[in-house]
C-alpha cells in the first residue's frame, strides 16, 4: 500500500492491428495486477487512463510531494519533451526516469536514469533495476539529479535546438 503506479497511455495509431494488441496485453496486465494484489490492502495497485491527458495534469502529477518518480517509457516514438517539462515541476526530490529511445534522453544524461525500454526479458531485469533504484535513492542525490536536469533543460532550450538542427542542416 506505499505505491500506486499510474500509467497514462495516449493513444496513437489506434489502428495498426499491433497497437491493438498491445492496448489488450496491457489492458489484461492491469486487471491481472489489480486482481491479484487486491486482497493484499487498499484498493487498486495501477490506475490506468487510456485517453490523451492535458500536460498540465501529467505536471500536476509530477508536483506532487508524494510523487517519487516520473517515468517517461518509450522505445522509440519521438521526443518525449514530458521528461523535460518534469524539471519545471516544484518537486524537488522528483527522480526522472526516460527511455533511451525517447529523443530527448541523450541530452539528459546525468540528470535522468535512461534504461533501454522493451520487451526484451533482459532489458526488462534492467529497467526493474532502475526503477529499484529510483524508488531507494537518497532524497538528497535526488535533489541534484532535479537540480542538474533543471539546469540542463534551461541551458537547452528551443532556441539553442532549433540553431543546432538549422547548423546540421
Not at 80 to 105: D, F, P, T
Amino acid at each position: 500500500d506505499k505505491m500506486l503506479f499510474v500509467r497514462i497511455v495516449a493513444p496513437s495509431r489506434e489502428s495498426v492491428p499491433a497497437y491493438a494488441k498491445l492496448k489488450e496485453e496491457m489492458l489484461e496486465k492491469v486487471k491481472n495486477i489489480n486482481e491479484k494484489y487486491a486482497s493484499r490492502g487498499k484498493g487498486k495497485k495501477v490506475l490506468l487512463s487510456y485517453e490523451s491527458v492535458p500536460n498540465s495534469e501529467v505536471l500536476a502529477l509530477f508536483e506532487q510531494d508524494n510523487t517519487v518518480v516520473a517515468f517517461v517509457a518509450t522505445e522509440i516514438d519521438g521526443m518525449n519533451l514530458v521528461a523535460k517539462e518534469a524539471a519545471s515541476v516544484g518537486n524537488k526530490k522528483l527522480r526522472v526516469i526516460v527511455g533511451k529511445g525517447a529523443g530527448a534522453a541523450p541530452e539528459m544524461k546525468g540528470s535522468a536514469l535512461i534504461p533501454e525500454v522493451s520487451r526484451d526479458e533482459k532489458a526488462v531485469k534492467s529497467l526493474s533495476r532502475v526503477l529499484y533504484a529510483a524508488l531507494t535513492m537518497p532524497d538528497e542525490r535526488a535533489e541534484r539529479w532535479k537540480k542538474s536536469l533543471e539546469s540542463q533543460v534551461s541551458e537547452n532550450d528551443v532556441g539553442k535546438w532549433g540553431s543546432n538542427f538549422l547548423n546540421t542542416v
